[in-house]
């Protein structure tokens, strides 16, 4: 990128995973630099697990007057690794720019998902935010991979957004940034590679007729033909010889899709399950552990 051009930047995550607050600490760091910048989100009623988008622009030299979305980004960074075959995050991704993953997968893997002419930077933020966090947040993380992979903003710039924002948690948010910085694997993809061909859904938009005032028509009970379980990028995982059978886990359920099965033990249907984690928290004899989704 050219010495003044503004930078665009488009981050994909689910809610919850801070998507907003990282791109609203990098538009600090980037003011703390002396720059113009500016970030928002793009959600609607969604909950913990559902599908957002946030962005950036940065400017080393003048004002920033756009107020859109960025919808021609230089820099994606996808949060969650389940959204790379969910949804087309390199949509608009300009030649030249970079493409930085959240994944457990190796570089030369997910390189044969995209075609195109990008920077390719891939990094295990969750892993790492679990160990140093406690918890699967990995915004922070992946700014350690943003800075190093497109250098947008500089790492020296983070740490006073990072301790108005976090506090104490500060240091252990920093540690993090740093990980990730000294973990990403960068590397290129090329036009015309083996990229894996594949439909994204594109919601409908509901017909005039189908409106009311502030809200679409639906009917009753409609909810169970919508599937939401591909929200999650964790899911619950009972160990039987620990679970008593209590039912604490369903009552606390914000989805209620936890049943008691035939044998008395309690299962998730992932068909609706968010991977929020509320069960696991909550279960007493620490039955249920939070798989990381294949």
Request: charged residues 25%; contains cysteine; proline residues 4%.
């Amino acid at each position: 990128m050219k010495q003044g051009d503004t930078i665009e930047i488009r981050w994909h995550g689910r809610g919850g995973q801070g998507a907003v607050t990282s791109a609203d600490l990098t538009a600090m760091s980037a003011i703390h630099e002396g720059k113009f910048a500016q970030a928002f989100p793009s959600f609607g009623p969604e909950r913990r697990g559902a599908p957002v988008l946030a962005f950036n622009r940065i400017s080393a030299e003048h004002p920033i007057r756009v107020r859109s979305g960025v919808v021609k980004p230089d820099i994606v960074v996808v949060l969650d690794p389940g959204l790379v075959t969910l949804i087309n995050v390199v949509d608009g991704l300009k030649p030249g720019g970079c493409l930085i993953v959240n994944s457990t997968r190796s570089i030369e893997d997910l390189q044969g998902e995209f075609s195109g002419d990008w920077t390719l930077a891939v990094v295990d933020a969750s892993s790492i935010a679990r160990e140093l966090l406690r918890v699967n947040i990995v915004n922070t993380t992946m700014l350690g991979a943003m800075i190093k992979t497109a250098g947008a903003i500089k790492m020296d710039s983070l740490t006073e957004p990072l301790e108005e924002k976090f506090g104490a948690r500060a240091k252990a948010n920093l540690e993090a940034c740093h990980k990730a910085f000294d973990t990403t694997v960068i590397g290129k993809i090329t036009v015309g590679g083996q990229k894996k061909v594949r439909t994204f859904a594109v919601a409908k938009q509901p017909t005039w007729s189908e409106l009311l005032v502030g809200c679409a028509v639906t009917d009753v009970g409609s909810t169970k033909r919508f599937c939401t379980g591909d929200w999650k990028s964790q899911h619950p995982v009972w160990d039987d010889k620990k679970c008593i059978k209590c039912g604490i886990c369903s009552l606390f359920c914000p989805e209620f899709c936890i049943n008691q099965q035939k044998d008395g033990y309690f299962r998730s249907n992932d068909f609706y399950c968010k991977g929020c984690g509320i069960c696991a928290q909550e279960c007493w004899t620490q039955a249920i552990k939070m798989v990381e989704e294949a």
